[in-house]
């Protein structure tokens, strides 16, 4: 049996969507079939979104930046955009059942020093952590 696909999407999926595609999973299990993409993809995961979701125990280092139409042919039961051009950007996939938009900075556009970068790259994940505690809590029906 196929499980429900949920797609997370952002613009360049170096990330926001790793973030959170890393985070529901382990929050979810095998219930989902979670996975991300962009727009416009970066070609590669930012290295300190690894960082940063490693220090929570979310191994996201295998993870790499897919262009959304490699998911316009499957079934998608869930999208999700985490970010404002996505979202405008974003397609109508087969099987949608379900949309949201939860928008959150770019921690890619950080400036400063390393320790600040770092900072805002533990902000963002702290609300997508936020937000998709509380999301898979209504997935699993709790």
Avoid at 95 to 117: L, Q, R, S, V
Wanted: net charge negative.
């Amino acid at each position: 049996m196929n499980k429900p696909k949920i797609l997370v999407l952002c613009t360049g999926n170096s990330c926001r969507s790793h973030m959170a595609e890393g985070y529901l999973k382990k929050k979810v299990g095998n219930l989902y079939d979670v996975q991300s993409a962009g727009a416009a993809p970066s070609g590669y995961v930012h290295p300190i979104a690894k960082k940063v979701m490693s220090e929570i125990g979310v191994d996201i280092s295998e993870h790499s930046s897919k262009h959304l139409d490699e998911y316009l042919e499957g079934e998608v039961e869930t999208v999700i955009t985490v970010c404002d051009n996505a979202e405008t950007c974003c397609p109508t996939f087969k099987g949608e059942k379900n949309h949201h938009c939860w928008t959150f900075d770019d921690p890619a556009d950080a400036t400063g020093t390393e320790d600040e970068i770092l900072g805002e790259f533990r902000r963002i994940r702290d609300q997508i952590c936020e937000k998709f505690d509380a999301y898979s809590l209504e997935l699993k029906g709790e």
